[in-house]
């Protein structure tokens, strides 16, 4: 199973900050994605990755960029952060191949004030 | 548009009982489903899944079915625990999604002592 781990369990910003998450996976897997969640809105993707270096756009990219320099880390940048991207941040992990299972972090609640 | 809806964004079942959640999707081209669980403050656990080519799937005291025609899973959990509440994703995938996860907005599930 792939363990992912994310830096912050909360996170506390101010408007217009530029805002790090960070997300470390243990296996050595390809895959990493970046998602939001929100009340009644499920879970979004907004960007993810395939292998080192590579980053694609997800549903809702805007306002975010990502960074793969190395396998085992993503990270999500909000680029100046607002209060519409308060919520909760989920990254996660999978194996290659078709149909697999993607395993999550515990999460960042972020809040911008 | 909602390619995968979940409309019951809450369900309340008694302990010992069945409960039964629900999922409807749009696009006829996913060809495999996954249930994820989700308590406060964590992230998502991948449950069980389903391929196309299967109506059943069934692990535990978790079943998954698939029926196709009406475009249509559900989730049984035989006998509820108490530990089964929290927040029950169903989600999908297949060629057109890319194998991206598309994902419902999520049923509150409550286990009633």
């Known amino acids: 199973d792939v363990k992912v781990t994310q830096s912050s369990r909360y996170l506390v910003k101010r408007t217009g900050e530029k805002v790090f998450l960070e997300c470390v996976q243990d296996?050595?897997?390809?895959?990493m994605f970046w998602y939001r969640q929100d009340p009644g809105l499920g879970l979004r993707l907004i960007y993810f990755?395939?292998?080192?270096?590579?980053?694609e756009k997800g549903d809702i990219p805007e306002g975010y960029s990502v960074s793969r320099e190395k396998k085992e880390r993503f990270s999500l940048i909000l680029e100046s952060a607002s209060t519409n991207q308060t919520s909760m941040y989920l990254c996660?992990?999978?194996?290659?191949?078709?149909?697999?299972?993607?395993?999550f972090g515990d999460g960042t609640r972020l809040s911008i004030l | 548009d909602q390619q995968v809806k979940q409309n019951s964004p809450s369900l309340s079942v008694q302990e010992g009982r069945i409960s039964i959640l629900n999922c409807d999707y749009t696009?006829?081209?996913?060809?495999?489903f996954l249930w994820y669980k989700k308590y406060p403050a964590e992230g998502p656990t991948f449950l069980i899944s389903?391929?196309?080519i299967k109506d059943k799937n069934e692990d535990g005291r978790f079943t998954v079915f698939l029926n196709k025609s009406a475009k249509h899973l559900s989730l049984h959990i035989v006998p509820s625990q108490p530990g089964d509440s929290a927040v029950y994703f169903c989600?999908?995938?297949?060629?057109?999604?890319?194998?991206?996860?598309?994902w419902g907005a999520g049923t509150k599930l409550i286990i009633k002592p």
């Open positions: 696009n006829s081209m996913f060809d495999y």
């Open positions: 389903i391929s196309s």
């Open positions: 989600a999908a995938s297949g060629r057109e999604s890319n194998y991206q996860l598309i």
């Open positions: 996660a992990g999978s194996n290659t191949g078709d149909y697999q299972p993607q395993h």
């Open positions: 990755s395939y292998d080192v270096k590579m980053k």
């Open positions: 296996m050595d897997h390809e895959n």
